[in-house]
């Protein structure tokens, strides 16, 4: 268990609407990273951060913004929800032994 | 663009035999290779990570890494029907003494396990 909770872990919504997902992790880790999964592209990094108000883009980022105000949380942030952000969303924090990163449960959203 | 590709499967074998999971990847920079499982409905799971060239073993799994080759594998000895799962490949290039790295990911290799 890495420590890692999401938030919301289901979530239905209407295209246009905003949506935030949360990441909250317990052990003071520096790195913290969004991913999302969806069939036929497997895991893609959306967004990650290195520290609190520190913050950088992956390789699909458009859509999606992020925030950290504080070392525990990483909040997702989609402006205006579209049916192709339909995905599993996962987010991640990197240890200190060897480079390692674990994932949190996953967040389901669904956008009609 | 940096590439991790894996078949997707699914591979089949029988329970007791021996699953083999490939992986090739293209940037010539990678220092850490990662083997994550992940079932149904779950998150990934992370089962062995490797940065230097040849075997590395944890009970019945070992990563084998080729970097002239581009290449690492997953071997599962003894494989059980529990083993039935996704399993992820995963590259970064940060090497053993970094944090931050960005995993890149193949899309997976299903492999079922036939009792």
């Known amino acids: 268990d890495a420590g890692i909770t999401q938030s919301p872990r289901h979530k239905v919504t209407e295209t246009g609407t905003p949506v935030t997902l949360r990441c909250h992790q317990t052990?003071?880790?520096?790195?913290m990273y969004w991913y999302r999964q969806d069939p036929g592209h497997g895991l893609r990094l959306i967004h990650y951060?290195?520290?609190?108000?520190?913050?950088d883009k992956g390789e699909v980022s458009d859509g999606y913004s992020v925030s950290r105000s504080k070392t525990e949380d990483f909040l997702l942030t989609l402006e205006s929800a579209t049916s192709s952000q339909t995905s599993v969303y996962f987010c991640?924090?990197?240890?200190?032994?060897?480079?390692?990163?674990?994932f949190g449960e996953g967040s389901w959203l669904t956008v009609v | 663009q940096k590439e991790v590709e894996q078949n997707s499967g699914p591979l089949s074998v029988p329970e007791g035999a021996i699953a083999s999971l490939n992986c090739t990847y293209s940037?010539?920079?990678?220092?850490?290779f990662f083997w994550y499982r992940q079932y149904s409905g779950k998150s990934p799971e992370l089962i062995m990570f490797i940065y230097s060239n040849g075997d590395k073993e944890d009970g019945r799994f070992t990563a084998q890494l080729n970097k002239a080759s581009q290449y690492v594998s997953l071997l599962i000895r003894d494989s059980q029907p529990s083993d039935s799962a996704t399993y992820l490949c995963?590259?970064?290039?940060?090497?053993?003494?970094?944090?931050?790295?960005?995993?890149?990911f193949g899309q997976g290799t299903e492999l079922s396990v036939k009792p």
């Open positions: 052990e003071n880790h520096r790195y």
């Open positions: 991640a924090i990197a240890t200190g032994s060897g480079n390692t990163i674990y």
């Open positions: 940037d010539r920079g990678s220092q850490s």
């Open positions: 995963a590259v970064s290039d940060l090497g053993l003494y970094n944090q931050g790295g960005k995993l890149i």
């Open positions: 951060s290195y520290g609190v108000k520190d913050t």
